[in-house]
């Protein structure tokens, strides 16, 4: 059976190790998919608060931002660990930590979940996600995060912000212009995941990750909060 490869980047702060129950949710989610959909999932796991608990802590001590990124890969690949470790023998294990591991596991023919964090400093886990659909030609990126779209501006600064159902990967671009990509602070998205995404018409839907069966519904209903459309 040749399922059909699908990036899915779950926020950090929904695979935590003080949520278990959710994290189980997710693994079932996934593993659902895989075996009933014919759906393989490639998973993305960014680092959530733990990850700037480390980094703003070593920050105050006089660390760059490069090693400060290092902290944050680490912990982003404890957190893809423990969501492929509840997955079970349907996932990769240990997750994989490089472009080469990626390419490797596109070509496996068992075609298990894999389930991974972050590759490299400078790059945040949304930009991965992008790179991991090139790689096995996904054309579609479900964004499972702790917000519910993409605003016109900063939804927490702005009672009057608009959730952008639609939009093109230009227009996201302009939006995020002003964003700086400090580690452990990167927001919904970033330049270098929506030129990536943009080069190889990859189209982003973004959806609450607080419950995992909106993933299942930006997949079979075409449920989202925000699609963002390449150009």
């Known amino acids: 059976m040749q399922r059909k490869p699908v990036v899915i980047k779950i926020s950090?702060?929904?695979?935590?190790?003080?949520n278990p129950a959710l994290i189980k949710s997710?693994?079932?989610?996934?593993?659902?998919?895989?075996?009933?959909?014919?759906?393989?999932?490639?998973?993305?796991?960014g680092g959530g608060k733990v990850a700037r608990q480390y980094i703003d802590a070593a920050r105050l001590n006089g660390a760059n931002e490069s090693f400060l990124d290092m902290l944050g890969i680490m912990v982003t690949r404890l957190n893809a660990t423990l969501l492929a470790t509840s997955i079970g023998s349907n996932a990769v294990l240990p997750v994989p930590s490089s472009i080469?591991?990626?390419?490797?596991?596109?070509?496996?023919?068992?075609?298990?979940?894999?389930?991974?964090?972050?590759?490299?400093?400078g790059q945040s886990t949304n930009a991965v996600s992008a790179i991991v659909a090139e790689?096995?030609?996904?054309n579609i990126i479900i964004n499972a995060s702790k917000i519910d779209g993409v605003y016109d501006k900063d939804p927490e600064k702005y009672p009057d912000a608009k959730l952008l159902r639609e939009v093109r990967l230009s227009e996201v671009k302009e939006l995020l212009k002003q964003q700086l990509s400090?580690?452990?602070?990167?927001?919904?998205?970033?330049?270098?995941?929506?030129?990536?995404?943009?080069?190889s018409k990859i189209k982003i839907i973004i959806v609450r990750g607080d419950d995992p069966s909106n993933v299942?519904?930006?997949l079979n209903k075409g449920f989202y909060g925000s699609i963002i459309y390449p150009d």
């Open 135 to 138: 790689i096995t030609g996904s």
């Open 216 to 218: 299942e519904k930006a």
């Open 26 to 45: 997710y693994a079932d989610m996934l593993r659902d998919l895989w075996v009933n959909k014919g759906i393989r999932p490639f998973v993305v796991v």
């Open 182 to 199: 400090y580690a452990g602070r990167y927001e919904l998205l970033d330049q270098i995941s929506l030129t990536i995404a943009e080069r």
């Open 12 to 18: 950090g702060n929904y695979v935590q190790p003080d």
């Open 100 to 121: 080469e591991d990626i390419i490797k596991l596109s070509n496996d023919p068992s075609e298990r979940i894999v389930v991974m964090g972050g590759l490299q400093p």
